[in-house]
């Protein structure tokens, strides 16, 4: 909008203050208009555009950067700066919907039927979503679990794909759902027995699958339109349901005659007779016999055992207790003991072709690690001799077969799921001598367009990393379009859920372990950048890729798979990523080093890297944390409450120290890692001799300790 010169002049000499207001208004409305759409919506937006092939129909559409709201991207629709509502049905659009649509976290309705796109639905949706359509598409797999979060949820179509497989028992905490639909594709096995609390539910389209079993689940929901034609459907229609209007059963094997008495109730058929009751009983007090002996032989077992470090039982999504390490001292080199999962594992049962000889003599396991394997640490000749030993260290990856794996995780179930990321699921396997390992289950979609072998590539480079603080790769699985990749296993999880998942009975990491941490955190990085030849960048560092041995060492996951990152270099959480990091050529080793800082103001601060639910100023760590690092009330109002002020305040001021220096704008200005190494190891150094200096009676308070 144009003003003309004397409408302003008019303005400037006293002409009506209502006129000064509208030009302001109309200001503000321009300067509104000009916002950018919040920086995690472009990024998902860019994803998806790449994943679906750049379509030209998407006018406005960009794969990176970009104003969805501003530019009135096709089919986006905003509220704010903020992308509300994504409708792209009936494009002909093709390819895949991206691995970022959880930080769509506006978005309420997200409409892509009547396209082509195929591969798995991804697992991670729009989170507050309560439309969701993909029907008629090409989708595959199964049911996304991250449905069963959506907590707002009110239709979902998913009808006319390709899906397969029987549903998981994940509709408990969806009693605003109204519309289900599932119809026309292959999924089979029994109806799970949360669809009893769709109590919203009035619409439920089923027909055209191969389900098996009853119906009776569905007898109490108040439903006015039902369909489960054309199935494998057994016993006999519920009362209740012969009374909707709108309903087809045709095409299954219902039972003919009257129905038994209870065969109705929702859950399955009730007992018949006394007879029937008389058998169920006994058959219910000779199982609660069973498992109780089975628990008093585990138990019994677990005692013998000590050792053990496996989970003996499925603890999805449940805390853990446990006692940190307080009192430990923190050596000089601050490497972790011996581990002790090769030697737990055996080579005849798991078929890991290793050679043991060389594995004995490799400088990285055994009474005492090698230091941190860099330059800093070792002079040149010593180095090249141990890096030549590491060399010699024959360990090829096993190839494990997808049936083995199908039957360790129960066919990749629910129960067995630890944990979702932007590559792929991870889920625990679990064999009968006891073994546990984690199987992470690469998105098909990330292999479109790429050569079979490349798969292969990525097992051999990540089969040559071996680290300490590096989580140790076992195995691989290339089958029937499935790639995974099989890790060691850790019962400890991840340093993501002791800073920002614990509950009210978990104690929180004191000040020595966080640094312990941030030291092993830092040597796995120094590894990649300097001692890998060529070097690795990471591209993924997060505090959910950090995970806890049972001594609380760290171990460093996702390392050798930056090459799923390179279309956008997007692949982390809203945070973590470094300024630079807009395109895949900007991304450098240096960006690994700003997403280590982000890392190592978690531990210090506990807060996420981005928290909407903070005050605005607050929501991004890095922007509210950085101006206070060398400010010594502001610092201290900084640390994490849970420590509850037991920490050493110069340690603390030296931590944030190199911080600052970690998460600078400018990557030049940035240390390479082996600095940072360095700068961390100082910091222990003070604090072992501060503590070898104690005097007997000291009270050994934290807050004693001056370093």
Known sequence: MRFEGPSILGIRRGK????LTVVLVITMLIAGADAKTDSPDVSALNVMYSSMNSPSKLTGWQSSGGDPCGDNWYGIECSGSSVTKIKLMGLDLSGSLGYQLSSLTSVTYFDMSENKLNGEIPYQLPPNAVHIDLSENKFTGNVPYSISQMLDLKFLNLGHNQLKGQLIDMFGKLSKLQTLDLSSNELSGN??????????????????????????????????DLNVADNHFTGWIPSNLKKINNLNTDGNSWSSGPAPPGSEDAGGGGIGNSGLSAVAITIIILSVLV?????????????????SHFLDEERASQRRQFTPLSSQELTHDMMPAPRKSFKDLDPASLSVSIDMKGLQKSPSIGNRNLQSDTKSSLSDSEFASRLNARRSTSFRSVSYALADLQSATANFATGRLIGEGTIGRVYKAKYADGKVLAVKKIESSLFQGRKPEEFSEIVTKISALHHPNITELYGYCSEQGHNMLIYEYFRNGSLHEFLHLSDDFSKPLTWNTRVRIALGTAKAIEYLHEVCSPSITHKNIKSSNIFLDMEFNPRLSDCGLGTFHQRTSQNLGAGYNAPECTKPSAYTLKSDVYSFGVVMLELLTGRMPFNSSKPRPEQCLVRWATPQLHEIDALERMVDPALRGLYPPKSVSRF????ALCVQAEPDFRPPMSEVVQALVRLVQRSSMNKRGESPGSSGRMDDFDY
Do not use: C, H, W, Y
């Open 656 to 659: 944030a120290d190199t911080i």
């Open 191 to 224: 109806l799970p027995q949360s669809f009893v609390s769709l109590s919203s539910l009035s619409k439920l389209r089923l027909q055209k699958n191969e389900f098996t079993g009853t119906i009776n689940v569905l007898a109490k929901l108040k439903l006015n």
């Open 291 to 307: 498992a109780l002996a089975l628990v008093i032989t585990l138990f019994t077992k677990k005692s013998s055992s000590p050792s």
């Open 16 to 19: 009506n203050m209502e006129d």
